[in-house]
Structure formats: C-alpha cells, structure tokens
Nanobody, 123 residues
Framework: QVQLVESGGGLVQAGGSLRLSCAAS????????MGWFRQAPGKEREFVAAISWTDGNADYAGSVKGRFIISRDKAMKTVFLEMNSLKPEDTAVYYCAAKQGLSSADLRSYAYWGQGTQVTVSS
C-alpha cells in the first residue's frame, strides 16, 4: 500500500518561498512518477509539476515554470517542491500524487494521493 504524506505548507508573503515535502512509503518506487497538484477554493484540482522517480526528468505547468522546482531524494523516498517568487494566486491546497509509468499532467492517471497541505500567499 502506497502512502504519501505532505508537509511544509504554511503562510508566506508574496515574493517569498516555501518548500513542500512528500514522504513516500509502502513499496519501491522505481518506474513510478511523482506529481504535485493543487486545488484553490472553488476551482478544479490542477497540475503543478511531475518528476520521474527513476531518471529525474521533470515537467511543469506553465504558470509555475521558472519559479517552482520539483526534485526527489531516492534514499529518503521523498519528493520536494521548492516554490519561489510566490504569488497570491498560488494559494491552494497542494497534493502529492504517485503513478506507475511516465509522468503525466492528467490527475486521473495518478492512483495514489496524499492528504494535502495548505499554502497561503498573502499580498
């Protein structure tokens, strides 16, 4: 059983930075892709970034490219999302997700989800 536990959310001023962590457990993750998604109040959950567990190839949503960095530490079985130059529109609950196979921006392809962590960016 795959378990994903996010941490690192909080309140930050616009222009600031936060680093989210996602601790993964339950099985080896070779061949998996790990993703970060977010959901703002009244909006649909949307793709933020994804990374291949095996080779580290990363993909980003256009709205965060150049500001956010996704990475993973295989030994720690942890995925990180470094968020810089934060904007009020980045305010959302951020979710970690995992899937077998190639990374994807389609949330429907992710079988495993964490409980989410709140990120609030004040103006």
């Amino acid at each position: 059983q795959v378990q994903l536990v996010e941490s690192g959310g909080g309140l930050v001023q616009a222009g600031g930075s936060l680093r989210l962590s996602c601790a993964a457990s339950g099985r080896p993750f070779a061949g998996f892709a790990m993703g970060w998604f977010r959901q703002a109040p009244g909006k649909e959950r949307e793709f933020v970034a994804a990374i291949s567990w095996t080779d580290g190839n990363a993909d980003y949503a256009g709205s965060v490219k150049g500001r956010f960095i996704i990475s993973r530490d295989k030994a720690m079985k942890t995925v990180f999302l470094e968020m810089n130059s934060l904007k009020p529109e980045d305010t959302a609950v951020y979710y970690c997700a995992a899937k077998q196979g190639l990374s994807s921006a389609d949330l429907r392809s992710y079988a495993y989800w964490g409980q989410g962590t709140q990120v609030t960016v004040s103006s």
